[in-house]
C-alpha cells in the first residue's frame, strides 16, 4: 500500500481513523468523515500552492496503526499533519490542540494552533506527552520515524458550541492549517479562489453541494444523488462526503417525505 499523492512528498496529511473504526462522535458529528473532508481540501489546497503533498487515504477504509504509520514513515515526506476531531467525558471542554513529539520543538504545532486561533477557533494548548519510558506516547509521533508529525485536534465533538463552529466554519480551519503550514516552512500563500463558505449540518433545508462529494464520483447512483440534492431532497453526512451506502434513518426518511410534500393534506394520509 502506498501514498496517495505524489512519490516523495514534502507533506503527508493523515485524516485520521477511517473504515471500521469511526473516532469519536457527538452532536451530529462522526470524527472519521469530518477528518476525511478537512485533509481532502487540505490536500487540493496544497496542490494548487505547489506544495509536494501526499494522503494516508482518500476514502473511507479501515487503516491499522500499523499501515498508517508505514505510511508516513516510508512516504519520505518531512512533515506530516495528522487531522482529528476531539471528545472529552466532559461537554465543557472545547477549543483546538496539536500535540507535537516530545523530540520536536513545537514550532510547527504552535504555528498551527496559533493560525487556528487566528481564524476564531478557540485554542487550548500545543503540547507533547511522554509515555513512562520517556518517549513518545502517541503511536503516530512514536512509529512515523523521522517524519515530524503533528496532531492537529480542531475542536470537540462533544462540546455543542465546538460542534456548532466545526460544522459552520471546518473549511475556514482547514485553510487556516494551510495557511500556518505555509508560513512555517516558508512557502508563498495566497488564499483560495473561492473564499470558504459556511456549511451546517446534515439534513439542513437548504441542499447542500453536490460538487463536495468526494465518495460519489463514478458509483451507480450518482446522478440520481445529484439531483436528489440539487433539488434539496437530501443532502450528506457531512458537506463533503454522501455515504451513499450507509442507511437512510427514520427520522431522515420523515424528514424526506415531508420534502416531497407527501405530508400534506392529499398526499399521505395521517391523523
Given at each position: 500500500?502506498?501514498?496517495?499523492g505524489?512519490l516523495?512528498p514534502?507533506?503527508?496529511?493523515?485524516?485520521g481513523?477511517?473504515?471500521?473504526?469511526?473516532?469519536?462522535?457527538g452532536?451530529?458529528i462522526?470524527?472519521k468523515?469530518m477528518?476525511?473532508?478537512?485533509?481532502?481540501?487540505?490536500?487540493?489546497?496544497?496542490?494548487?500552492?505547489g506544495?509536494?503533498?501526499a494522503?494516508?487515504?482518500?476514502?473511507?477504509?479501515?487503516?491499522?496503526?500499523?499501515v498508517?504509520?508505514?505510511?508516513?514513515?516510508?512516504?519520505?515526506?518531512?512533515?506530516?499533519i495528522?487531522n482529528?476531531?476531539?471528545?472529552?467525558?466532559?461537554?465543557?471542554?472545547?477549543?483546538?490542540?496539536?500535540?507535537?513529539s516530545?523530540?520536536s520543538?513545537?514550532?510547527?504545532?504552535?504555528?498551527?494552533?496559533?493560525a487556528?486561533?487566528?481564524a476564531?477557533?478557540?485554542?487550548?494548548?500545543?503540547?507533547?506527552r511522554?509515555?513512562?519510558?520517556?518517549?513518545d506516547?502517541?503511536?503516530?509521533?512514536?512509529?512515523t520515524?523521522?517524519v515530524?508529525?503533528?496532531?492537529?485536534?480542531?475542536?470537540?465533538?462533544t462540546?455543542s458550541?465546538?460542534a456548532?463552529?466545526l460544522?459552520?466554519?471546518?473549511k475556514?480551519?482547514?485553510?487556516a492549517?494551510?495557511?500556518?503550514?505555509?508560513?512555517?516552512?516558508?512557502?508563498p500563500?495566497?488564499?483560495?479562489?473561492?473564499?470558504?463558505v459556511k456549511?451546517?449540518?446534515?439534513?439542513?433545508?437548504?441542499?447542500?453541494?453536490?460538487?463536495?462529494?468526494?465518495?460519489?464520483?463514478?458509483?451507480w447512483?450518482?446522478a440520481?444523488?445529484?439531483?436528489?440534492?440539487?433539488?434539496?431532497?437530501?443532502?450528506?453526512?457531512?458537506?463533503?462526503r454522501?455515504a451513499?451506502?450507509?442507511p437512510?434513518?427514520?427520522?431522515?426518511a420523515?424528514?424526506?417525505?415531508?420534502?416531497?410534500?407527501?405530508?400534506?393534506k392529499?398526499g399521505?394520509?395521517?391523523?
Amino acid at each position: 500500500m502506498k501514498p496517495i499523492g505524489v512519490l516523495k512528498p514534502e507533506l503527508i496529511i493523515d485524516p485520521g481513523h477511517g473504515g471500521s473504526d469511526p473516532g469519536a462522535s457527538g452532536n451530529g458529528i462522526v470524527e472519521k468523515a469530518m477528518n476525511l473532508d478537512i485533509s481532502l481540501y487540505q490536500f487540493q489546497r496544497f496542490k494548487e500552492l505547489g506544495i509536494k503533498v501526499a494522503l494516508t487515504r482518500n476514502s473511507d477504509i479501515t487503516l491499522a496503526s500499523s499501515v498508517r504509520t508505514e505510511l508516513v514513515k516510508n512516504s519520505g515526506a518531512k512533515y506530516c499533519i495528522s487531522n482529528h476531531i476531539n471528545a472529552a467525558p466532559s461537554s465543557a471542554a472545547a477549543g483546538a490542540e496539536t500535540i507535537y513529539s516530545v523530540y520536536s520543538d513545537g514550532k510547527l504545532a504552535n504555528t498551527l494552533l496559533n493560525a487556528l486561533k487566528d481564524a476564531g477557533q478557540p485554542s487550548r494548548r500545543a503540547f507533547s506527552r511522554s509515555n513512562e519510558s520517556g518517549g513518545d506516547y502517541y503511536f503516530m509521533h512514536r512509529l512515523t520515524g523521522d517524519v515530524a508529525t503533528v496532531i492537529v485536534e480542531y475542536g470537540f465533538c462533544t462540546n455543542s458550541t465546538d460542534a456548532d463552529r466545526l460544522r459552520q466554519h471546518w473549511k475556514k480551519y482547514a485553510e487556516a492549517v494551510v495557511e500556518g503550514y505555509c508560513r512555517f516552512a516558508g512557502h508563498p500563500y495566497s488564499p483560495p479562489k473561492t473564499a470558504p463558505v459556511k456549511t451546517g449540518p446534515s439534513l439542513p433545508a437548504e441542499p447542500s453541494q453536490t460538487e463536495g462529494f468526494t465518495d460519489i464520483q463514478g458509483h451507480w447512483a450518482e446522478a440520481s444523488i445529484r439531483k436528489a440534492s440539487l433539488a434539496g431532497l437530501l443532502n450528506g453526512v457531512t458537506p463533503g462526503r454522501f455515504a451513499p451506502e450507509e442507511p437512510l434513518t427514520r427520522a431522515q426518511a420523515a424528514v424526506l417525505l415531508d420534502r416531497l410534500g407527501l405530508l400534506e393534506k392529499g398526499g399521505i394520509a395521517y391523523d
